[in-house]
Structures are given as structure tokens and as C-alpha cells.
């Protein structure tokens, strides 16, 4: 086995009124830019972190222009934003759509060149980025624990990675998230799921990230029904909070797989959400990787809940899918997106791309077009 590596450098804090723990990480001469959403701007959720920042930094700006599935003008946009505020330390509220912009502007306004020549050049970061504070309001992308950022340019969700994107840190407070929708919890939970369960097949996973997956798992069964039925139940908030962020950092380690390279071109030609895109793909995906690794799914249906013990491994394996497709269904996520193919011709093209993304590369099974494109059939429940 290859000599393999883990690496963390952001500082978590966790619980209610964590939010708080931005007094203790900016200081009074900070100008700080907030990078969030139009839609947590109206539901109050920004004034909430700005209330905590307010007189005790030498310059507050919010910038609230951030796409659901962020683009490269998102960023340049942004960045014109902090450089015109003179911006020492960035802010990020949402999901992972401001967090991927957030961590954009960070190392853009330190190191030269421009987003293209780190996203399509593979430019490496010379320089630390300004210093990085996010506050997920979302408990799905895992962003607040990866070394990376998704951003859609050319029409596809292209990946920056770099130590130098990991924020300096990242407060988990469950009361930013008590007025998330309960359609949001379920597509960004499932999200979180999808990201724990590649995690724990992938190939670049390791003991690190296999307990942080398999705890993150735990927490999604035990929680992510409640915080859908219940927004404001703050300890099923908090535990979805801690599944998402361990669920990030092992995805981010680990790798990723099948479903999230299809779930690439879903959101980038169609504008699916990302939670959601996953959310249809995963069952799929499951099934699919379960001849190479049924052990790994038995493992997991046992962290859902299922009882496995008298069930070969193959068996419990198709629990653990059949268990994920209960949660779908009680979510109220629809199983297909048979409403939203366009034209049949993108089924071959969207296989195409997702079977070269290089995330596919750790995926336990060999990916191939035939068999991708077969998959997003099942998707868009599309017979010729």
C-alpha cells in the first residue's frame, strides 16, 4: 500500500451560539467581507452574524451575490467586492455554494493570476490566503472541512484543491440553521449522506477517514429525519451540523465516486441542486458499486439502522440501498428526474463527462461510459 496522508488544519467550534466565536478570531482593525446569498440575507440568518461583528471590526461589507450552484462570475464578482472594501479577513454564511466562493476570494487576493489559472491550469497557491471563517447554514456540503472548492466554468463543476483552502475556522452553530426549510434539509442531508457512503467505499479511503464516514452515517440515521420534521430541534440541528463537516473531511481525503461525477454535469447543464442531484443518484450508484465491495455496504446498512446479522453480505449490501431509499421516500425526495431531461442526446454526453471527471478514478468499481450512460437512463427513467 501506497504511503497515504491526512492533514487538518481548521479549528472547529460547535453548538449553540458557536457563531459567537467570531470575537475571539477577528480582530478590531479586521475588514471583514461577509460572502452569503440573497436568501439568508431575507431570512435573517446574515444579521445574525453581523450582529456579533458589529462595531468590533474596523469595516464590515456583505456581499450577497453567490448562485445556488456558484460560477466563476460569482467569483470575480466577489473578489471585486473585497478588494473594493480592502478586505483582511473573509466571512462566509451558507451552504456550500458561499463557501466554495469564500475560499476563492481568500487565496485570489493574495496570490497572483487569475481563477483560471488555479481551476484549468492547475496553478498551485504561493501564498496563505486571507484569513477564512466560515458558518455553514446547510448541513450537506462538508465545505467548512475540505481542502477544496467547486466552481462551475465551460459549463462544468470544476474542482480548485489546495491546503491553502482550508478555512482558518469553521463554527458549527445549529441555531444559524433552525429556519433551514425542511426541503433543504433533506436534499443538503442527503448530501452529507452521499458524501460519508463514498467515503467509506472509496479507494483512497483510510482508518482516518473511515471513522470520521462511518460516525458521520451514524449521525445522518439518527438525526437528519428529525431536523426534516422538526427545523427547530437544535439537537438534531447540531448532529447533522457534526455529520456534515465528518462526512466533508472524509469525503475530501478519501475521495469520492460515481455518484457525485454524475451528479457534475446534472447541476452544471440543468442547474440541479447538488444535494438533490446526489440524493437521485445515490440508491443507483449503490447498487452498482455493490459487486465490488458488498462488504463495505453490509457495514453501512448496519450504521442506517438495518439488523444484519443473520444476512450474508450481498444481502445486507441491498439493505443498505433499499434502507437509503426509504429515507429518500420519507424525506419526500422524488426518485427521478424524469421531468427534467431536456433532449435525450445529453444522456451519452453527460456519461461522457462523468466518466472523465478525475473523481471517478476513486471509485471502488471501473467506471465505464456504457454503463454511466445506463445510469443516467435510470435517472431520468428514460427508455428509448
Known amino acids: 500500500m501506497p504511503v497515504q496522508r491526512f492533514f487538518l488544519s481548521t479549528e472547529f467550534s460547535f453548538g449553540p451560539g458557536a457563531r459567537k466565536e467570531l470575537t475571539r478570531l477577528v480582530q478590531a482593525e479586521d475588514r471583514v467581507i461577509i460572502i452569503t446569498d440573497a436568501g439568508l440575507v431575507k431570512a435573517g440568518v446574515v444579521a445574525m452574524v453581523e450582529e456579533v461583528l458589529q462595531g468590533r471590526v474596523a469595516g464590515l461589507e456583505v456581499f450577497s451575490q453567490v448562485s445556488v450552484n456558484p460560477h466563476a462570475a460569482d467569483v470575480e464578482a466577489a473578489c471585486r467586492a473585497a478588494r473594493t472594501c480592502g478586505a483582511t479577513a473573509v466571512v462566509a454564511v451558507g451552504g456550500g455554494s458561499p463557501m466554495d466562493v469564500a475560499k476563492m476570494v481568500s487565496v485570489l487576493l493574495t496570490n497572483p493570476g487569475t481563477l483560471a489559472d488555479y481551476q484549468w491550469e492547475r496553478k498551485p497557491f504561493t501564498r496563505p490566503g486571507l484569513k477564512l471563517i466560515v458558518l455553514p447554514t446547510t448541513a450537506g456540503t462538508g465545505s467548512e472541512g475540505t481542502a477544496t472548492a ?30 433551514l426549510p425542511p426541503a433543504i434539509t433533506a436534499t443538503t442531508g442527503m448530501d452529507a449522506l452521499t458524501h460519508a457512503v463514498e467515503a467509506l467505499v472509496a479507494r483512497g479511503a483510510n482508518p482516518f477517514t473511515n471513522a470520521l464516514a462511518a460516525e458521520a452515517v ?19 440541528r447540531e448532529g447533522m451540523a457534526l455529520a456534515s463537516t465528518l462526512a466533508g473531511v472524509a469525503m475530501d481525503q478519501a475521495g469520492l465516486g460515481v455518484v457525485h461525477a454524475m451528479a457534475g454535469p446534472l447541476s452544471s447543464y440543468y442547474n440541479v441542486p447538488h444535494g438533490l442531484a446526489n440524493a437521485v443518484v445515490l440508491p443507483l450508484g449503490m447498487r452498482y458499486n455493490l ?29 443498505a440501498v433499499r434502507a437509503v431509499q426509504e429515507l429518500q421516500a420519507d424525506l419526500q425526495i422524488r426518485p427521478t428526474l424524469k421531468d427534467d431531461l431536456r433532449d ?29 450512460q445506463r445510469l443516467f437512463a435510470e435517472v431520468f427513467v428514460y427508455k428509448e
Request: proline fraction near 6%; glycine fraction near 4%.
Open 150 to 179: 467547486v466552481i462551475i466554468d465551460r459549463d462544468t463543476k470544476q474542482g480548485i484543491v489546495g491546503d491553502e483552502l482550508l478555512p482558518r475556522a469553521a463554527l458549527l452553530d445549529p441555531e444559524l440553521m433552525a429556519s
Open 218 to 236: 451514524r449521525l445522518i440515521a439518527k438525526y437528519l429525519r428529525r431536523a426534516f420534521a422538526c427545523g427547530d430541534d437544535l439537537e438534531a
Open 344 to 372: 435525450p442526446a445529453d444522456i451519452e454526453k453527460f456519461a461522457r463527462e462523468a466518466v472523465a471527471m478525475f473523481i471517478c478514478r476513486a471509485n471502488p468499481r471501473v467506471v465505464s461510459a456504457a454503463d454511466c
Open 291 to 319: 459487486v465490488a465491495v458488498p462488504e463495505k455496504y453490509a457495514f453501512i446498512a448496519g450504521l442506517l439502522g438495518v439488523p444484519v446479522q443473520n444476512l450474508t453480505s450481498r444481502a445486507a449490501a441491498l439493505e
